[in-house]
């Protein structure tokens, strides 16, 4: 299955940015969602933005539309989180993982829909 590597996280101010990087290995790169999600201490880990890889569409939870965006550099194989205006409510571990196609949000977003998964980054949003 596909290998996933996340890198890009660190500490930043409140209303900074970062941007997340998942570099992706052993993986065909068609019809399957690809996604973000995070985990903080104590908290169930939550889905942040997914991409589906097959038709483009994208999905965001509520808490981040506005200010995350998602893209891809298939000819890297790289999938990208830029995030932006992020507030302390963001400091989580982040993680990429990739999954089968799903169509709908509230499933794309479910961590547990999801078989590979990177080994996290950490944001700290202070």
């Known amino acids: 299955h596909v290998q996933l590597v996340e890198s890009g996280g660190g500490s930043v101010q409140a209303g900074g940015s970062l941007q997340l990087s998942c570099a992706l290995s052993?993986?065909?790169?068609?019809?399957?969602?690809m996604g973000w999600f995070r985990q903080a201490p104590g908290k169930e880990r939550e889905g942040v933005a997914v991409?589906?890889?097959?038709?483009?569409?994208?999905y965001f939870d509520d808490s981040v539309k506005g200010r995350f965006t998602l893209s891809r550099d298939h000819a890297k194989n790289t999938m990208y989180l830029q995030m932006n205006s992020l507030e302390p409510e963001d400091t989580a571990t982040y993680y990429c993982?990739?999954?089968?196609?799903?169509?709908?949000?509230?499933?794309?977003?479910?961590?547990?829909?999801?078989?590979?998964w990177g080994q996290g980054t950490q944001v700290t949003v202070s």
């Open positions: 993982a990739s999954g089968s196609m799903m169509s709908e949000a509230v499933t794309a977003l479910q961590p547990a829909r999801y078989k590979s």
């Open positions: 991409l589906a890889t097959g038709d483009g569409s994208t």
């Open positions: 052993g993986y065909m790169y068609i019809n399957n969602c």
